[in-house]
């Protein structure tokens, strides 16, 4: 039997890259799925691919997650993967120094006010059943410093935290409504593919990328639906506050030997 059958999930930030690969494993798996974005067009065709249903969320906005719960007010799966690097409209600088407070806001807004909402709408949309599961987007930029993306990385690390204090929460209400979170590194999306661009060193520029990856290769978005196809499911029923780690090996240590 599909893993997900009779279940509904809800994904943010569906329309596209590691969102619509989870939206694809879903319903692969039986879910009846509600695809929410602020993409539109890529949004509606994928809704129509596999039969779901698409409804346009920006996830900072408290109005919006309101009109999706007068429409949804139940849901069994909640994926709160929408998020930006904070580089899509401004290239900069996002370092600690020069980053405006404007643009600090602003990538948290998403990341970490568009968590918090899609938390707080799952765990409402949950309570007839008193169960479900909720799954948030980290990153490893929220177990380790990033620099030049200082804002990326703060709110990677305040959803980390956030969705242990949801699952703890969620617990002491003796509700079966887990919380975890995936911290995905370099997964191969439509981000970096315009930064490796299609030219001739497009090998060697990936290679570089990875550089420092133990396993030496990027991860896919099919890999990262994997994970969180795990978490939707009964298979994971005594898995909340955990957080799991896609990243090829980077947080595990060095892969070179000590010198004689």
């Known amino acids: 039997m599909p893993k997900l059958q009779d279940k509904s999930a809800l994904i943010t930030g569906g329309a596209r890259g590691i969102g619509a690969a989870i939206v694809r494993c879903f319903a692969a798996e039986g879910a009846q799925i509600v695809i929410a974005d602020i993409d539109a067009e890529n949004g509606t065709e994928l809704a129509a691919e596999i039969g779901g249903v698409f409804i346009k969320l920006d996830v900072s906005s408290e109005k919006d997650w309101e009109s999706l719960a007068a429409e949804h007010s139940q849901m069994d799966i909640v994926v709160n993967n929408a998020g930006i690097t904070g580089f899509e409209e ?55 410093g990033i620099p030049g993306a200082a804002a990326y990385a703060s709110s990677k690390a305040a959803i980390r935290n956030h969705t242990k204090s949801v699952a703890l929460y969620c617990a002491g209400q003796g509700l079966k409504i887990r919380c975890n979170s995936i911290h995905p590194a370099a997964i191969l999306t439509p981000m ?63 892969a070179a030997s000590p010198g004689g």
């Not at 401004?90 to 970490?112: C, K, S, Y």
């Not at 970096?192 to 001739?200: L, Q, R």
């Not at 990262?224 to 990243?247: K, P, Q, R």
Request: with cysteine; charged share 20%.
């Open 90 to 144: 401004n290239a900069g600088p996002h370092d600690p120094e020069h980053a405006t407070l404007g643009e600090w806001h602003r990538v948290h807004a998403v990341n970490l006010d568009g968590t918090f909402l899609g938390c707080r709408y799952a765990i409402r949309a949950m309570r007839q059943k008193r169960a479900g599961s909720i799954i948030n987007m980290s990153s490893r930029s929220g177990l380790v």
């Open 192 to 254: 970096w593919e315009a930064m490796i661009g299609n030219g001739p060193d497009r090998d060697a520029r990936m290679a570089a990328m990875v550089a420092d990856t133990p396993l030496k290769r990027f991860g896919t978005v099919d890999e990262v639906a994997a994970i969180a196809l795990l978490l939707a499911s009964d298979d994971a029923s005594y898995m909340t506050g955990s957080e799991i780690h896609l990243d090829g090996g980077l947080l595990a240590g060095s």
